[in-house]
């Protein structure tokens, strides 16, 4: 059954560092997501990207996140220079046709240090 | 805006017994309601959707919710807990059109023998 992989499981980066956290979605989907959990909190959504582009990102998604698709397979999530509020467990997800639903990766759970 | 509240952090059963997990929903639309389970390192997996069919939706693992509008509540429930059954549960909302994911801050829940 396909799934969607994120990698690495769990990254620790001290603060200032930029970090990037990879998710190869299901090959025939074409909408990414990501969204974060900070330990204890809800899952928030983070960005939804489309056609090589964001469709939609949340407040909390600033100048110090980027996402791309560099490739026909990977969708990252960048972070400038992490601040210890970043640390939490990143994400992703992918979608197929209009009406499909989400599908979630097993997570990468970032530290700060 | 959509949000969902889910009554309890943590919920302790039995084997055997009924597992009741509580969700309840605000919309300002007719939402499309979710419940995902998440075993311990793996990702976030549907287990069944409310999308304005059938008010009594039945998911898998022998999992079912049931959307009640006039309580605003889309609670889980399984009639007998199983030990495969622990892990942690999210309900989530979203809109028609609108497919980012508003989570609930998830129930714990563990199965005793």
């Known amino acids: 059954e396909p799934e969607v992989t994120q990698t690495p499981s769990h990254q620790v980066t001290q603060m200032g560092q930029e970090v990037i956290l990879r998710c190869v979605p299901i090959?025939?989907?074409?909408?990414f997501y990501w969204y974060r959990q900070i330990l204890g909190q809800k899952v928030e959504f983070l960005v939804s990207?489309?056609?090589?582009?964001?469709?939609?990102k949340s407040e909390i998604f600033d100048d110090q996140f980027s996402v791309e698709r560099p490739d026909g397979s990977n969708f990252t999530l960048k972070i400038r220079s992490t601040k210890l509020e970043d640390s939490a467990m990143y994400f992703c997800?992918?979608?197929?046709?209009?009406?499909?639903?989400?599908?979630f990766g097993p997570g990468t759970r970032l530290t700060v240090l | 805006a959509q949000s969902v509240t889910q009554l309890g952090s943590h919920v302790s059963v039995s084997e055997g017994a009924l597992v009741l997990l509580r969700c309840n929903y605000s919309s300002s639309v007719p939402p499309y309601l979710f419940w995902y389970v998440q075993y311990p390192n793996q990702g976030l997996q549907l287990l069944l959707k409310?999308?304005?069919?059938?008010?009594l939706v039945k998911g898998i693992n022998g999992f079912e919710a049931e959307f009640k509008k006039s309580e605003t509540s889309f609670h889980l429930t399984k009639p007998s807990a199983h030990m495969s059954d622990a892990a942690e549960y999210f309900c989530a909302v979203r809109s028609p059109g609108d497919y980012k994911l508003s989570f609930g801050a998830g129930t714990t829940v563990t199965v005793r023998a």
């Open positions: 090959s025939n989907h074409l909408y």
């Open positions: 409310y999308t304005s069919a059938a008010t």
């Open positions: 997800a992918s979608r197929g046709l209009a009406g499909g639903e989400q599908f």
């Open positions: 990207f489309y056609n090589n582009e964001i469709s939609e």
